[in-house]
């Protein structure tokens, strides 16, 4: 027996397909481009300018207000309508003409609403952000150009979810996967380059342009033809106010409330303990963030497969599927939070200045503590949600508000070692005691 099919039946007995695997190439890129990121951070960027860096993107992630969560909408909507249709040679789809009716109608109502909310967004984010970083005096010069230029930025790479979303909820899954990939890697490359450069903060808008070259240029040279002939075909059958609303602003709440939870800490801490404390939890959040989105990205990568499982109601093929791959999830990232962890407390004995840049070992811990928790939460929440269902809603706004009063609280009081203990013992008791009772409850009652 050859050595390349027992090397494709372990990797598959692991879950590890080539969706998985280029998502997991993107994330592994990361983590190995994370300590390179981390030392030119340190030695181009002053303590403060590190806050400014991360700061700027917890920022620009407000702008999940302003899209609403849409773009996971769209690939559970496209891939229910797409368990009907079949591609083409041409790099069309053909099959019912009802459902792929369906289909245009949601990708021009998508791109309509993507048009204003990229608009809203690069204002909200001109005018709020500039405001946040001018009330705060700081010895940091220049930061104004960047910021604007990111902000702009922002918003263009904003217009290309529906895009991206649409091709992956078709089931183009790896090509989406393997450009992210490539996203990944142009944007460090344009970061590192700028840094070296001397060129501080304007390594932000530098990493967002080339996301947005990147895909952009995928999009139209791989995909012009797929998108021209959806706009082209006429049909409808879809209402937005009857289908796609009811679950979409559920979806939005839900991911308003992940913003609080999750990117509240850095502008917190810049503006109570200073630049240089949320330059510290941003760091840290990277790399404790990188190993996450390694680990469930083993579920991420078959959300359109569920949707069409479901769509099929062939619920025993979708437990198959979904229970072995939230396990292995959950083990990867605990294996990461080991190593993250081990690795911090080495630096910190060798009195190394890296351990400077990140959280001490005891708000560092508490943070993996919870990003594991986490795990298995995102699974329930990805589950439900193939669906087309949010009854996660209550759950996620208990706990957005939670984090956010703690972080707004025990922040100012204790610093980062406040924040994650609330983080922690919201997200085991709100997040995953009452995701766990709504998932069990959900699924007896849709499966019945």
């Avoid at 591609?87 to 289909?103: A, I, M, P, Y």
């Avoid at 009811?246 to 990117?263: E, G, K, L, N």
């Avoid at 924040?419 to 997040?431: K, P």
Wanted: glycine fraction near 10%; proline fraction near 3%; charge should be positive.
């Amino acid at each position: 027996m050859s050595e390349t099919p027992f090397i494709e039946r372990t990797l598959s007995g692991l879950g590890i397909d080539r969706a998985v695997g280029w998502t997991v190439a993107a994330r592994v890129w990361s983590i190995v481009a994370g300590p390179v990121s981390l030392i030119l951070i340190a030695a181009h960027l002053s303590a403060e300018e590190q806050g400014f860096y991360y700061t700027f993107a917890s920022i620009v992630a407000f702008q999940v207000m302003f899209e609403l969560g849409l773009g996971m909408v769209i690939v559970q909507f496209a891939s229910h309508e797409k368990a009907f249709l079949e591609w083409r040679s041409d790099g069309t789809l053909g099959g019912s003409e009802v459902e792929k009716g369906r289909l245009a109608a949601l990708l021009r109502k998508t791109l309509q609403w993507y048009a204003v909310a990229t608009t809203l967004a690069a204002a909200a984010l001109l005018i709020g952000g500039t405001l946040f970083f001018a009330y705060k005096p700081t010895t940091v010069e220049g930061w104004a150009s960047p910021w604007i230029a990111l902000a702009i930025l922002a918003g263009g790479t904003l217009f290309l979810t529906p895009f991206l979303s649409m091709l992956e909820g078709c089931g183009l899954v790896i090509d989406v996967a393997r450009v992210r990939t490539w996203q990944v890697i142009a944007s460090n490359l344009a970061g590192w380059t700028v840094l070296l450069a001397g060129g501080t903060l304007w390594a932000s808008p530098a990493i967002m342009g080339a996301s947005l070259i990147v895909g952009g240029a995928w999009v139209l040279w791989m995909h012009r033809r797929f998108f021209s002939d959806l706009l082209r075909t006429r049909g409808g059958g879809i209402s937005w106010r009857e289908e796609v609303w009811p679950f979409q602003w559920r979806i939005a709440v839900s991911w308003i409330s992940s913003y609080f939870t999750f990117h509240l800490f850095i502008p917190v801490l810049f503006n109570s303990q200073g630049p240089a404390a949320a330059g510290r939890m941003g760091m840290s959040l990277t790399l404790a963030s990188a190993v996450f989105f390694v680990s469930t990205s083993l579920l991420t990568t078959k959300v359109p497969r569920f949707g069409e499982l479901i769509a099929r109601r062939d619920f025993a093929e979708l437990d198959a599927h979904f229970f072995p791959a939230m396990w292995r999830s959950f083990g990867v990232m605990a294996l990461g939070a080991i190593a993250l962890l081990g690795g911090t407390l080495v630096l910190g004995a060798i009195g190394h200045r890296w351990s400077e840049r990140l959280l001490e070992p005891l708000p560092f811990a508490l943070l993996l503590a919870t990003m594991l928790a986490n795990t298995i939460f995102f699974a329930q929440a990805v589950y439900l949600r193939a669906h087309k269902q949010e009854p996660l809603l209550g759950i996620f706004i208990a706990s957005g508000t939670a984090v956010a009063a703690c972080a707004l609280i025990l922040g100012r009081l204790y610093g980062a070692t406040g924040m994650m203990l609330g983080y922690f013992i919201t997200t085991l008791v709100v997040s995953l005691g009452g995701g766990t009772w709504v998932f069990l409850r959900k699924r007896l009652e849709w499966h019945a």
